[in-house]
DNA sequence: TGCAACTACTTGCGTACGCAACCTTCGCGG
DNA sequence: CCGCGAAGGTTGCGTACGCAAGTAGTTGCA
């Protein structure tokens, strides 16, 4: 659209210069970014979603999960990390235990593998954010980012399954 | 694609806490704000992309563009785009024609009614990016954003098809 | 104790998208 | 002109994911 402020029935506050730079810069770096460490880590056979649940397993005590508590954090729907979980479980990655607390549940455990993979992908992916994102900014900017994304992330808070709140 | 370092690896440089906190802030916050977004403009019947293809198409002479060129400033596949514009073309809102200059190329343009469409969408949709993003942070860090966002996006250009560099 | 309501997960179905294969058309060297 | 490679677009196929419905197990409440 153009910036044009014409009639319009109720009050387009439009966009102005710094406004719309920081927003389409948002949009634009959102899907290279993406799609650079995307390729980064295929060479290890994982698209960054595996990555994320092999981080969030290994993470967790005992490198298991309750499948509601890591769909929060994924932000992934039941459906979605189930079929996640099935190409992950496929390569050995990570196991399907059931709960003995709760029958109605599942466990995803981190195999031995599993940990493998990750220990093997982990310094390329963190070499990878570092050059395509922390290496490209100075700290000031670091800084505020965080302290941006904070921000954002508080006004988005939504909340799901009885996932207790992920701190870091 | 990266230095190759195996095998005891050399110190992994890992992410301090600022950085973890750019990096996860971003992660997640790329997550919910797209959702929320997209949740937005869903009474208008548009989806982000969709919405994106009207703006991309009322920037352009004539409201029309080639399918390549729309593809390139979208950053999707020919494949995409194609059933992307199924969807419009359905709805009424886009339509193609055959470019009279090269006949593999097919135009796509905005209809009367899209052009229509994305008038009343857009005033929402500002107000949405205001509400979920700028509105949460100060002038300052809204530049900050615009610069490093810039950066980023710089470091990453790729280019597809013939289509020239997007301005703004 | 018994049943209703809730929770955790899975499955069926629909959508979005990328890749590879495939036409058509263009442009170029002979 | 012919042939050939390249470019623009569409289609077939596979993957990822969300929603809604279904199943199994649990909890609350009388």
Known sequence: ???????????????????????????????????ALDADLAP????????????RLSDAPGHQLRMCDLAGK???SPSGLTRRLDGLVKGGLVQ???????????????TERGL????????????SVRSRFLDQLSLTEIEVLAGAFNKLRASLET?????P????
Chains 1, 2 share one sequence.
């Not at 399907?96 to 981190?110: F, G, I, K, N, Q």
């Not at 909340?159 to 996932?163: I, L, M």
């Not at 709140?165 to 870091?168: E, F, L």
């Open 165 to 168: 709140r992920d701190p870091q």
């Open 44 to 55: 290890h056979g994982l698209a960054i979603g595996d990555y994320e649940v092999l981080v």
């Open 1 to 35: 659209m153009k910036t044009e402020t014409r009639r319009t029935p109720p009050e387009p506050r439009w966009l102005d210069d710094v406004e719309m730079a920081a927003w389409r810069g948002y949009i634009e770096t959102v899907a290279a970014l993406g799609a």
């Open 159 to 163: 909340g799901s399954c009885s996932a």
């Open 74 to 76: 994924l932000r992934l």
């Open 116 to 127: 493998q993979t990750l220990t093997q992908a982990a310094p390329d992916h963190v070499e």
């Open 96 to 110: 399907r235990d059931p709960s003995s607390d709760d029958r109605r549940v599942m466990l995803a455990t981190l």
